[in-house]
């Protein structure tokens, strides 16, 4: 029969595993408590949140959810950074503190339901966030519609003269 705690826990879980983007998995072993303060900081503003749960309710929670299988990650300290936004900004954020720390070591995760391993986790945290990504198209917008705007310009020019 399970304890108490870890009927919590499982709950726990669970509610933070509904409807998130993204699930990352970091081995945090020799991380000082200041460097994990930090760390948990730069997810914070990323919009992201870091636990700390076993890796055997995290299995039940991900199999009773019926979610991706990431067993072959769950080994080990782990700490699972669950986000409902932007998956790439945490991803970022982890990658950030890990090349900075060098102590940190980025397992994969889940993003939008499917089974991401390192090698993929550390190609989602290069690509540009959301928000970048929107800043490029309205440049490349603004871009297209000021030489519109000129080349109309010109147009109207040659036919007053």
């Known amino acids: 029969m399970a304890n108490a705690q870890n009927i919590e826990s499982l709950a ?23 460097e994990i303060q930090k760390l948990r900081r730069a997810i914070r503003e990323a919009e992201g949140v870091m636990k700390v749960y076993k890796n ?12 991706v299988n990431m067993d072959e990650i769950l080994e080990g300290p782990s700490a699972f950074v669950f986000t409902k936004a932007d998956p790439v900004a945490p991803a970022k954020a982890l990658k950030d503190f890990a090349q900075e720390s060098g102590k940190m070591e980025l397992k994969g995760g889940m993003m939008e339901g499917e089974f ?13 966030s959301r928000d970048q990504l929107l800043g490029q198209i309205a440049c490349s917008l603004t871009g297209v519609a000021s030489q519109l705007a ?6 109207s020019e040659k036919e007053a003269a």
């Open 12 to 34: 726990a879980i669970k509610e933070d595993l509904a409807d998130v983007t993204a699930v990352w998995v970091v081995d945090y072993r020799g991380l000082t408590v200041k």
């Open 56 to 67: 055997t309710l995290v299995k039940k929670a991900l199999a009773e959810l019926d979610l």
């Open 116 to 128: 991401q391993d390192a090698e993929a986790f550390k190609q989602i945290a290069s690509l540009p």
């Open 150 to 155: 000129i080349a109309i310009g010109e147009m």
